[in-house]
């Protein structure tokens, strides 16, 4: 299909494509570009604009310099937190939604689809309504202001997802497959390892994108549920926001920001291409 | 059998006046700790509360505060949380009428002995003092203050306009945004367009014009003030402040407005005192503008009051009683409250400390002095912008009319007042 | 047709061995399951509950009937919140799946830098919402961003203020939102279309079907269970859009960009008024089910029709 010549269709996609690139980057080229300035000269000029001198320091301040409230000690412990709640909390409910999704999918039991509406429902329930039952459930069961308690809400939270997006990776195995393991004497467990689990890596790849991504940019949950040091990166990041009596602390927040986003960004531009593949496969059909 | 009560009362009395010595000896022997919870996370507010906590240590204390970045929700999110956890803590940050309102869900501790002891309320503003002791007893203690409505000028702005004069009244105020228009200053009102910035260009207007009507419609909700000649003049000056500003301000901070306001492209600014603090700390100089008392009708300095405050919250542990005990004598001292309004650029609660000293700006005396002066003449009035006139629902409801009355310039000072005793009729 | 892979426990003589010797499976089927649907229904119905009390700033027991729903039905800021939610989520959802399918496509013209231009319209879905909406509070603001940067290269009677209209703000988190999300459309549809059978291309082909033609007649029709999923996804993206609109517009100018999620969250936190917040939540939950029960019945019925073919 690749054609040879140079058509003015074909300049006519690059320049879409080009254009539309610069539109999604924009906000990042703002942020970039503030993170060189210093605050007082975004302060004195405007919130967009070149760097008139390199601040370099803005880096050095927002890992390890600026203060949180009595320790200087930058975003570099906060980041460690919220490596701390969202790796495991990642892992976990990718697992559990992984095997529950192959519950759901290949071994039918009765109220199964009802089971799989309510957890579809639970993609919709806002996040503001759900802090107060977890204050509620984290109290009786003693895990408020821990990080284990924060890894407990995000891996119960994220099983809706993952479920569902492994259910429907999972309906398109075909069940003769299963079948014949199950002539052979295999069981539950057997079949989902030595069958399915190598089958799954699209899909997986696709929940542990979105699962670390939205864990570990989570903020209601991260202050209200931690306290002092634990907190996590975006709770630093607003800390920078919030001063009264200050200048907004954009330069060295802007900073911030680019570090603290830089594993999910990763994430992602490593990931992309899975993801897409993953994608389709578990798409709801 | 009265006998025996009275042995027993007798037995239980020989023995607390035996256990007595040994008991204070226990408490003096604790480490005294405190358990903070704030919103103070960074910058002039975060190095205050830092400052604090160090003085905290210094007399031996344990100090844990445990900030929560982010608005005031978020914070009593915290709060709240901890609460319904059965683990307060030992002293949090809480302001204005919520500090009644939350002392409802959850024991607090009475701190009268140690008020009377550091003769504090007589250094209080009585308007001030009154939310802090919401059943009658000293519960919270405020810790520094701000007027919400200094009234800013640019120097640059008022030589184009060529006066000199600081303006007093409203009257001055609106005569002043018309000569600093026609002098070539695109828009004389340099505010920004946030809920509370919003806010405060109301509570400005109307305490100006009338303190008494302001108490009675804002703080007393007095159904015939919200309606009264006064509000709906207040409306018609919020209206005027509007048209002087900059529309692509939109909701933005005011301090993205604070170059062109020091390079008159913009003339007046009526923001809260911190706004000091910002333009220093954004390096302009104090040359360039100058600090007045918000606009007053009668002449008389208004005062807007904005107190941040610690609420104390019972807990047993006799190391965190001991370190409250230490926490509210540390912010009722004198030199603590000095030390702490110089980091922050607010003035201090009582009104006995000497502002005179190298510490101090020119805008700190000033607002100490119209602080004094208002409170002589019964002029100094809670801000309903910053929570402290109502309780956070009634507030936000309140808001929700002045924030849409700002930005949509076909709303009639009518419909805004008819709007406003709605409002506070469905927040009721 | 799965009917050889049914678990469910039929009444049998050796049941219970059997029950202990499934123990663990049905333990890993069942433990995760309940706790992801258990605290869903659970949480649901605890909200309803809080909404009939008369609680302020901590749940409290009592009963106030439909005082907090009347009460949060007559404020101008849920009126407005319901009709920037149809006018928000109609307008979103259908931007980014034009937008999403029109990156897809280019995307899928072969052409060189793919991984790098993937990776561009995928990265706003890294980034949190707070932070993207701040910086589109600048660029999007007149005096900030976009419009001065043309009126500085010397357009000045170019206008873009949305930000501070009124009427138009809502539009604004239309733009931040479709381009935060529109990625995600970007990258099933391209899932789709590079599944689409090459057979099928080739005959459109040598019929002589134009790409225009192909485009409409062949692959597009192919990509309908994709955008299906895109639409609930997006939807569920518009129901809860929550910190984007605090940073962008926080509900304003005035109160023109309020959204439920935002005045649930207002009312439960910020005015401390958990009954009236509660209330807000259930509205918002039952638009929810009058968007998604259509759909859980259009399902139903297809899913009948292939059983039955």
Known sequence: MRKLSFEPSRVLIYLVVSLLAAAYLAPLVVVVLNSFRSNQEIAQASMIGWPKQWAWSNYAAAWSGFCVAETCTGIRPYMLNSALVTIPATIISTMLGAVAGYAVSLWRFRGDSWIYGIVTLGLFLPQQMRLLPWTVVLRDIGLINTLTGLVLVHTIQGLSFTTLFCRNYYAAVPHELIRAARIDGAGFFRIFWRIILPLSSPILIVTVIWQFTHIWNEFLYGVTFTTGQQQPVTAALIALSAAIADIPQHGVQSAAVLIAALPTLLVYFFGGRYFVRGLTAGAVK | ?428 | MTGELSVAMQPGRSAISGLLRRLPEQLMIWVPLLLAAGHIVSFALWTIWISFTPSTLVPVSGWVGLRNYTAVLATRNWQIAFNNLLLFGSTFVLLSLVTGLLLAILLDQRIRGENVLRSIFLYPLAVSFVVTGTVWSWLLNPGLGIEKLVHDLGWISFRFDWLIDRDMAIWTIVIAAVWQSSGFAMALFLAGLRSVDNELIKAAQIDGAGPVRMYRRVILPTLWPITITVVVIQLQFAISTFDLVRALTNGGPGIATQLPALVVYDLMFQRGLLGRGAAAAVLMLLILLAVLLPYAAWRFVKRRQAGHA
């Open chain 2, 1 to 428: 059998m009265p006998m025996t009560i009275t042995r027993r009362r007798l037995l239980a009395g020989s023995a607390t006046a035996l256990a007595l010595p040994a008991l204070v000896r226990a408490q003096s022997g604790v480490k005294p700790r405190l358990t903070v919870i704030s919103q103070w996370s960074a910058g002039s507010d975060g190095a205050a509360i830092t400052a604090l906590g160090k003085k905290f240590e210094e007399k031996g204390g344990i100090w844990q505060h445990s900030p929560v970045p982010g608005f005031t929700t978020e914070m009593m999110n915290k709060l709240r949380a901890q609460i319904m956890a059965g683990d307060p803590p030992a002293c949090s940050q809480l302001k204005g009428p919520e500090i009644a309102a939350w002392s409802k869900i959850a024991p607090t501790v009475d701190l009268d002995n140690l008020v009377a002891a550091a003769g504090y309320e007589k250094v209080v503003a009585p308007d001030l003092a009154r939310l802090h002791k919401p059943g009658g007893n000293w519960i919270s203690l405020p810790l520094q203050i701000y007027s919400t409505n200094m009234l800013f000028l640019s120097k640059r702005a008022m030589d184009k306009a060529k006066a000199d004069k600081i303006p007093v009244t409203w009257a001055d105020f609106n005569d002043l945004a018309d000569k600093m228009k026609a002098g070539g200053v695109a828009y004389p009102v340099a505010n920004g367009g946030t809920r509370p910035d919003d806010g405060q260009k109301f509570e400005a207007a109307l305490a100006g014009i009338s303190p008494a009507a302001y108490r009675a419609a804002i703080v007393n909700l007095d159904e015939k003030a919200l309606k009264g000649a006064e509000v709906k003049a207040a409306f018609v000056q919020v209206r005027k402040i509007a048209d002087w500003m900059d529309p692509n301000v939109g909701a933005q901070h005011f301090s993205t407005n604070l170059k062109r306001f020091i390079e008159a492209d913009m003339g007046m600014m009526i923001q809260g005192g911190w706004a000091q603090g910002v333009l220093r700390n954004a390096g302009f100089k104090f040359e360039d503008f100058i600090i007045a008392p918000g606009p007053s009708d009668n002449g008389k300095p208004v005062f807007l009051l904005n107190a941040d405050a610690f609420i104390f919250w019972k807990r047993n542990e006799p190391d965190l009683q001991a370190g409250q005990t230490l926490m509210a004598q540390l912010v009722m001292d004198p030199a603590i409250q000095t030390m702490y309004s110089q980091i922050t650029g607010s003035i201090p609660v009582r009104s006995d400390v000497d502002l005179s000293g190298a510490g101090w700006s020119d805008g700190q005396r000033r607002t100490a002095a119209a602080l004094k002066d208002a409170v002589a003449s019964d002029q100094a009035v809670l801000s309903l912008a910053h929570n402290m006139a109502q309780e956070n629902g009634m507030t936000a409801a309140m808001i929700d009319v002045i924030t849409e009355y700002v930005k949509n310039k076909a709303m009639t000072p009518e419909q805004g007042v008819a709007r406003l005793s709605d409002a506070v009729e469905g927040a009721r």
